[in-house]
């Protein structure tokens, strides 16, 4: 059983940067993909980044690529999200997931996911 917990959400202006860590315990970090989704208020939880198990290999949503970096650190068992020029539609909570399933960070499904964070809020204002 893996567990995720998430951190460095917090309150920006737009046009700021903030950091996010997912830092995972009980299991083997380097064995699962790892993904990022966003869910805001009203809306369906959706994908965001994800990273393959090396770190090697990334995956952006459109909305978000040129300005969001996914990295990992499979010593430190933790992924990271650096998030530059927010906008105020970045406005989230953000969810940290895992997967064992080699091929899910090259999809958008969270259905491919085994296990998620509690989450961290982000909020963007204009």
């Known amino acids: 059983q893996v567990q995720l917990v998430e951190s460095g959400g917090g309150l920006v202006q737009a046009g700021g940067s903030l950091r996010l860590s997912c830092a995972a315990s009980?299991?083997?970090?380097?064995?699962?993909?790892m993904g990022w989704f966003r869910q805001a208020p009203g809306k369906e939880r959706e994908f965001v980044v994800a990273?393959?198990?090396?770190?090697?290999?990334?995956h952006y949503a459109d909305s978000v690529k040129g300005r969001f970096t996914i990295s990992r650190d499979n010593a430190k068992n933790t992924v990271y999200l650096q998030m530059n020029s927010l906008k105020p539609e970045d406005t989230a909570v953000y969810y940290c997931?895992?997967?064992?399933?080699?091929?899910?960070?090259?999809?958008?499904?969270?259905?491919?996911?085994?296990?998620w964070g509690q989450g961290t809020q982000v909020t963007v204002s204009s």
């Open positions: 997931a895992a997967a064992l399933k080699m091929t899910a960070w090259t999809t958008k499904e969270s259905y491919d996911y085994d296990y």
């Open positions: 990273i393959n198990r090396s770190g090697g290999g990334t």
């Open positions: 009980g299991g083997t970090f380097s064995l699962y993909a």
